[in-house]
Nanobody, 116 residues
């Protein structure tokens, strides 16, 4: 099992980024998948921010990102995305992907830094 996040970087406040999660070693299309972020000030704690269903691509979002972030997936490419818009400095952290139960081995994450 391998998850590789990419697409992070430095962006100004109100800017946009698109994160990618490349998955391998498991049946990606048969998993409900999620994006997580490192909790502020808590290096090993990840908090859920968005999920996408395996059956009908139904999505769910943490209230604080709803309307600004969009989760999507391409099962043919075994890849999941997180389009982030109107980024705020408080969104600065490391972002990770995993399944909805956090049952897969974690990748390295991708760092997002939003400057004010």
């Amino acid at each position: 099992v391998h998850l590789m996040e990419s697409g992070g970087g430095l962006v100004q406040s109100e800017g946009s980024l698109r994160l990618s999660c490349a998955a391998s070693g498991f049946s990606f299309s048969n998993r409900d998948m999620s994006w997580y972020r490192e909790a502020p000030g808590k290096e090993r704690e990840r908090e859920w921010i968005a999920s996408i269903n395996q059956f009908d691509d139904r999505t769910d979002y943490k209230k604080s990102v709803s309307g600004r972030f969009t989760i999507s997936r391409d099962n043919a490419l075994n890849t999941m995305y997180l389009q982030m818009r109107r980024l705020k400095p408080r969104n600065t952290t490391v972002y990770y992907c995993n399944d909805i139960l956090m049952g897969l081995s974690w990748g390295q994450g991708t760092q997002v830094v939003v400057s004010s």
